[in-house]
């Protein structure tokens, strides 16, 4: 049966293939990212439908509704985008070939050398991670006790209705990427890696893009390659592309949208408005945090689209844009959970505790807002100084601490207390901050603070004047405006900004274009030789990043194993050492085909205890704020976290309850676990 699947899944990428021909223009570029559109625009809503039919855990039912999907595409597509001429993708892969042989020949050898240490060090990141995706269990710290733990849960249960999970994402976190994760997982024989399919493409999906969206708007192959090469050794970036974390799937998609709004301001064919919408609903429904993105998005918007000669025009574009947008939240944004979460919960996101933990309530009053957000700016500018990845080896971290000293003693001098001011903050802001956390969410890394940072500021400024990189700053620094003050500090808003990043990375264009920039001039050596240097370095960190990623270790270091030669519990609960061996006490004491209850709380990983194959049932009797509810009674056993049960609890302790042994004197880990108890009911 598996077989089966697998040939399935294959006619349907080829299929994909085949109607995007008729979306797409002779580019291979874009060929490729209506191919992704297509692919999640035709799981997305399938997911929906089969949630609402009780056949989310049913293969075939996902396989005739995809299907079913790309089909209504086809016919749409064939309607909006009469007289598409046909090609064959074959030979515009050959044209690009020969495009490729020429330019290298063409480049000069400043060139070849940067290209060369570019296109290496890609390669080699490429090879590690995809080994890494094929090879390591996902442990990301939200995938163990929402993402992924509830795409099981409603496998389980047939449906992704709410049923009350013991964290809270369970229930609200919007549901179009839990519908892609499930029909990967089930498509290819229930392969559990297959749940980062998604996630690894976007990686790439998000290449191709800038590339494109570079090529359209500076029209220089070098300098198109040079921005997608940066781009890919954006380090938060780069390493959730072995990961189930949601923003690099987020990227992804905000990507193919500036794409269609770029090539809408190069062509003119309103198919690129019925493209941006659709990616547009698409990228609304995955997660809330666009919201931050779309005034940023309207800013490009503006540029591509509303400027017009007249308002006869405007007002055309403005029809077929809204319209677009407007039926695509209809199927792929309005579905995913929000207005379920206004009927339960009384608003979009989730309950009110969910909120003031990191929202723009925590500010108060107005003037506070201002007062904590203008502070946020300054941490998270501080925050991008760093030299992320490099600063991972201990030499790194000596020169980092070096460099940054006269950044010290500027804020000190200023009196700004970034790091004094602790109450409107996650984690209080810290000039070293944990080496966890810089380890496991950097920012951009030397190429950002060295090269693009000071470029967006210069263009700000008009020091260098370029009408659509001038649109660009300002999209710039609306998003990181909106993430400075939509909530209270979080060093982990280093995986937001590599959506920042796409507006921020095609600055480097300027390096191609502008006169007073350009190498491609002959001399300028001092210019070249900086520039060069940074890429140097920039290379070195992205290595640093992925090999020395302690929660996916490709080597052994730093006294750990590598993570292909780590057991499995060990490796899922990285981030929870203190609970790892009562973990493995319940593994090897639990059936795989156990059902199981759980008296957990919402911090509490529950995927490990699925075990390795994902069969076990586990029900939770300790939903979010809800109350302890009864022991189901088909019920196996009885898992517990002692601050759940006990003497005082609706359902007592008992002395015949196994203690699993979660070490409860461990202290220098981000979140303490519980004390963990096991109990059979059978």
């Known amino acids: 049966m598996v077989v089966v699947y697998w040939l399935s899944f294959l006619l349907f990428v080829y299929s994909i293939s085949f109607v995007a021909k008729k979306i797409a223009q002779p580019s291979f570029t874009e060929w490729i990212i209506v191919c992704f559109m297509l692919f999640v625009g035709s799981i997305i809503p399938t997911g929906f439908l089969l949630s609402g039919l009780d056949l989310t855990a049913q293969t075939f039912a996902w396989i005739i509704g995809t299907y079913i ?221 666009f919201a931050l993105l779309m005034p940023s998005v309207f800013v490009i918007m503006i540029y591509t689209v509303f400027l017009a000669p007249d308002l006869k025009v405007f007002f055309n574009r403005f029809i077929k844009l809204a319209i677009a947008i407007f039926i695509a939240v209809l199927i792929y944004t309005l579905p995913t959970g929000y207005v379920k979460n206004i009927m339960v919960f009384g608003h979009p996101i989730g309950p009110p505790t969910a909120l003031k933990h990191q929202s723009v309530e925590r500010f108060g009053s107005l003037s506070n807002l201002f007062e904590q957000g203008s502070r946020n700016v300054v941490r998270y500018t501080y925050e991008f100084c760093n030299l992320d990845g490099i600063r991972n080896a201990q030499w790194g971290y000596d020169l980092n601490t070096v460099i940054r000293k006269p950044l010290v003693v500027l804020e000190d001098k200023l009196h700004m207390r970034l790091d004094e001011e602790t109450e409107f903050a996650i984690v209080p802001f810290a000039f070293q901050r944990r080496f966890d956390n810089f380890n496991a969410n950097p920012f951009w890394g030397v190429i950002g603070f060295a090269l693009i940072l000071p470029l967006i500021f210069l263009v700000l400024i008009r020091v260098f004047r370029s009408r659509v990189h001038w649109f660009l700053a300002l999209a710039f620094c609306l998003h990181f405006a909106a993430i400075s003050y939509s909530a209270v500090y979080d060093p982990f808003k280093g995986r937001y900004f590599i959506e920042t990043g796409i507006f921020g990375v095609l600055f480097l264009l300027l390096l191609f274009s502008h006169h007073r920039l350009s190498i491609l001039k002959p001399r300028r050596n001092i210019w070249k030789g900086y520039v060069l240097i940074i890429v140097s370095l920039a290379c070195v960190s992205a290595v640093m990043s992925v090999y020395l990623n302690i929660r996916c270790l490709p080597i052994a270091a730093y006294g750990y194993k590598s993570a292909l030669n780590t057991e499995r519990i060990k490796l899922q609960t990285f981030a929870r050492p203190d609970i790892t061996k009562a973990y493995e006490t319940f593994d090897s004491i639990v059936p795989k085909d156990a059902t199981v209850a759980l008296a957990t709380i919402n911090d509490d990983f529950e995927y490990p205890l699925y075990g390795e194959d994902l069969t076990r049932k586990l029900i939770s009797i300790n939903p979010f704020e809800q109350g302890l509810r009864p022991i189901p009674k088909d019920a196996d056993y009885l898992f517990y976290a002692k601050s759940v049960i006990n003497d005082t609890s609706r359902i007592k302790s008992l002395p015949s309850d196994i203690r699993l042994g979660s070490d409860t004197t461990l202290t220098n880990v981000a979140v303490r676990g519980e004390d963990y108890y096991l109990r059979k009911l059978k």
């Open 69 to 289: 999907a790309l089909g209504i595409h086809y016919v749409l597509w064939s309607y909006l985008n009469k007289g598409q001429p046909s090609y064959s993708i074959r030979s515009i892969a050959k044209q690009r070939i020969e495009t490729l042989k020429a330019w290298t020949k063409e480049l000069s050898p400043y060139l070849k050398t940067i290209f060369i240490i570019m296109f290496g060090t890609i390669a080699v990141i490429a090879v590690t991670n995809l080994i890494l995706v094929l090879f390591t269990v996902p442990n990301e710290w939200d995938s163990m006790t929402g993402h992924l733990n509830r795409a099981i849960r409603y496998i389980q249960r047939g449906t992704m209705a709410h049923f009350g999970g013991t964290n809270w994402n369970m229930d609200t976190y919007p549901k179009s990427l839990t519908t892609i994760q499930i029909y990967s997982y089930l498509i290819s024989g229930k392969i559990e890696n297959a749940f980062k399919l998604i996630h690894h493409a976007s990686y790439y999906i998000t290449l191709v893009a800038v590339f494109g969206i570079a090529q359209r708007i500076g029209r220089n192959l070098s300098a198109s390659f040079f921005c997608a090469l940066a781009y890919g050794m954006f380090l938060n970036f780069l390493m959730q592309a072995v990961t189930t974390e949601t923003d690099i799937v987020l990227t992804a998609y905000l990507s193919c949208l500036l794409y269609f709004l770029f090539t809408y301001y190069s062509t003119r064919n309103n198919k690129y408005l019925y493209l941006s919408g659709l990616a547009f609903g698409v990228v609304f429904g995955h997660k809330i945090t």
